[in-house]
């Protein structure tokens, strides 16, 4: 089993930046991929980026290159995630997930969330113009 706990969620004027932190405890070196998901009211759950830690892939969402950057502290078994150059549109909670070592693969692949087994709790993002 693996626990994930996000925290640094908050509102922020559009331009501005935050850094999500998602604290993993239990089988963690079982975690094969981890990641980040958002879902906005009335939309479904998108993937925003995930990493393989096996061979060290990752993706980000097109909406999201060039101004959020996905990072590991593998010591303090978190992830991070900087988001810099935030827009309205980025509003909604941010769950961080993971899958482990069997399905990982499938799971980064892919990008369902449906493939990830473990979810945190959620951190809510809120951007105003």
């Known amino acids: 089993q693996v626990q994930l706990v996000e925290s640094g969620g908050g509102s922020v004027q559009a331009g501005g930046s935050l850094r999500l932190s998602c604290g993993a405890s239990g089988a963690t070196l079982s975690i094969y991929c981890v990641g980040w998901f958002r879902q906005a009211p009335g939309k479904e759950r998108e993937r925003v980026a995930t990493i393989n830690t096996g061979g060290g892939e990752s993706y980000y969402a097109d909406s999201v290159k060039g101004r959020f950057t996905m990072s590991r502290d593998n010591a303090k078994n978190t992830l991070y995630l900087q988001m810099n150059s935030l827009k309205p549109e980025d509003t909604a909670m941010y769950y961080c997930?993971?899958?482990?070592?069997?399905?990982?693969?499938?799971?980064?692949?892919?990008?369902?969330?449906?493939?990830?087994?473990?979810w945190g709790q959620g951190t809510q993002v809120t951007v105003s113009s």
């Open positions: 997930a993971a899958q482990t070592r069997f399905l990982g693969g499938r799971a980064c692949y892919s990008g369902s969330p449906g493939a990830f087994s473990y």
